[in-house]
C-alpha cells in the first residue's frame, strides 16, 4: 500500500483481555518499530523488527507484551492481561533501513487502545 | 544517556506571527535529526530533517530548521503562523548504525502548538 497500515484504528477492552495489533508496513521496507503514545509521555519506543535480524525488544514495558513479524512483512503486537495503563495510541513505523543515513521513518495513523 | 528536551509544552501565538519550537539533545556525537508535525487525532507526519549538508533544512508548509552544532540545538520556525499549523511537534533523534544507538527514533515531549485569531 501507499502508507503504513495499522488495525484497528479503535479499539475498547476490558481489563485482562488479550488485544492484538495489526501493522502492515510500506512495501519494500525491511524495518519496522512500534511505539506507545501516552497522554503526557510522549512517544515511547517498544519494539523493532529488522529483516530476519533478532528484533530489538529493549523497550517493551513488560512481559505482557509481544510482537512478531511474519514473512518479514506484517507485524502484530499482543498484549496479555491488559491493565487501564495500557491504553494508548501504538503506532506503527516503517523505513527502508534501520535508521542508517538518517532514512526516514514513516508512521501509521495508530491504533487507540482503551482499556475499561 | 543520549535524549532530546524540548522547551515548552505548550506554545501559543497569534496568526501571522513568528514560530519558534525548540529542541535539544545531548549527545557528543552528531545525531540525524527529525521534526514531525500531529495533527489531532492523525499519525505523525515528517515535516523535514537533517542527515549531513547544509545545516538549514527547509520542510514542508513553510517550515525550517537549523541544526548548530555548538549549541546541540535544532529548533524549528516558521516567519508567519497560519491557523492549519496547530498541532502538536515532535522533535527526534536517531544516531544510525554509526553513533552507539541502536538506530531507533528518541522523541522529545512534544510541543503543542496553538495559533491565535
Known amino acids: 500500500g501507499a502508507g503504513v497500515s495499522q488495525s484497528p484504528s479503535n479499539k475498547v477492552t476490558e481489563k485482562g483481555k488479550d488485544v492484538e495489533l495489526r501493522c502492515d508496513p510500506i512495501?519494500?521496507?525491511?524495518?519496522l518499530y512500534w511505539y506507545r503514545q501516552s497522554l503526557g509521555q510522549g512517544l515511547e519506543f517498544l519494539i523493532y523488527f529488522q529483516g530476519n535480524s533478532a528484533p530489538d525488544k529493549s523497550g517493551l514495558p513488560s512481559d505482557r507484551f509481544s510482537a512478531e513479524r511474519t514473512g518479514g512483512s506484517v507485524s502484530t503486537l499482543t498484549i496479555q492481561r491488559t491493565q487501564q495503563e495500557d491504553s494508548a495510541v501504538y503506532l506503527c513505523?516503517?523505513?527502508?533501513?534501520?535508521?542508517?543515513?538518517?532514512?526516514?521513518?514513516?508512521f501509521g495513523e495508530g491504533s487507540w487502545l482503551t482499556v475499561v | 544517556a543520549q535524549s532530546v528536551t524540548q522547551l515548552g509544552s505548550h506554545v501559543s501565538v497569534s496568526e501571522g506571527a513568528l514560530v519558534l519550537l525548540r529542541c535539544n539533545y545531548s549527545?557528543?556525537?552528531?545525531?540525524?535529526l527529525f521534526w514531525y508535525v500531529q495533527y489531532p487525532n492523525q499519525g505523525l507526519q515528517l515535516l523535514l530533517k537533517?542527515?549531513?549538508?547544509?545545516?538549514l533544512v527547509k520542510g514542508i508548509n513553510g517550515f525550517e530548521a537549523e541544526f548548530k552544532k555548538s549549541e546541540t540545538s535544532f529548533h524549528l520556525t516558521k516567519p508567519s503562523a497560519h491557523m492549519s499549523d496547530a498541532a502538536e511537534y515532535f522533535c527526534a533523534v536517531t544516531w544510525g548504525l554509526y553513533g552507539g544507538s541502536q538506530g531507533n527514533l528518541i522523541f522529545g515531549k512534544g510541543t503543542k502548538l496553538s495559533v491565535k485569531p
Open positions: 513505523a516503517s523505513s527502508p533501513v534501520r535508521g542508517a543515513g538518517g532514512n526516514t521513518i514513516y
Open positions: 549527545s557528543s556525537v552528531p545525531p540525524y
Open positions: 512495501s519494500g521496507h525491511t524495518a
Open positions: 537533517y542527515t549531513t549538508g547544509a545545516t
